[in-house]
């Protein structure tokens, strides 16, 4: 294992793991049963608006996060997070259907593409409501604030106390 140079970022990056991580435990334990999910009505054209190349800061370091356009049932993201030039976690997203409605699903990877959950698990997110502008998932929110413009808001628990953890992403240049 690669170690920072210096302290500050090997804490900086305990701390993004452990935020991750706490994230990951709230979305799973706020997810109701698979068998009792019955969010609103929705396809994945509903949310063809977060499709795009994402960047911002958050967390100590850079981000971006990226979504292919709908295609099929389904769409596919991706999300780096970066402290200096080394990458720190990422996770590899879709967004697909559940029963008449939409789940995010997500898996996380440290730095160097090792999974953090088990072979066959994942965090899911079920659909709480959808419009033009906001794709609210149990945990987890996209807002759409203008074409540039988007934040993702994710519920994090830490020491008992939730909290949100805000992103503000602008579309990238190209």
């Known amino acids: 294992m690669n170690l920072p140079r210096s302290p500050f970022l090997f ?3 305990i701390l993004v ?3 991750a991580t706490q994230v990951a435990v709230r979305a799973e334990d ?3 049963p698979a068998e009792s999910v019955s969010g609103p009505k929705a396809t994945v054209e509903d949310l063809k608006w ?3 190349h994402w960047q911002g800061e958050a967390l100590g370091g850079r981000f971006e996060e990226t979504w292919n ?3 099929g049932d389904s769409m596919i993201g991706m ?3 970066l402290n200096g030039e080394q990458t720190q976690f990422c996770e590899l997203l879709m967004i697909l259907p559940k029963q008449d409605s939409l789940v ?3 898996k996380h990877f440290s730095g160097e593409l090792v999974g953090w959950e088990e072979k066959d698990k994942y965090v899911e997110f079920p659909l709480v409501r959808v419009s033009d502008r906001v794709a609210e998932f149990a945990g987890l929110t996209f807002t759409r604030i203008n074409q540039d413009a988007m934040h993702i808001t ?3 628990e830490r020491e008992g106390e939730q909290s949100e953890l805000k992103f503000e992403c602008h579309r990238a240049k190209k």
């Open 11 to 13: 804490i900086s990056g």
């Open 17 to 19: 793991v452990l935020a």
């Open 30 to 32: 706020s997810a109701p």
């Open 50 to 52: 977060i499709a795009g």
């Open 69 to 71: 356009p709908p295609l």
């Open 79 to 81: 999300f780096k997070l």
């Open 104 to 106: 995010l699903r997500l």
């Open 154 to 156: 994710v519920m994090v």
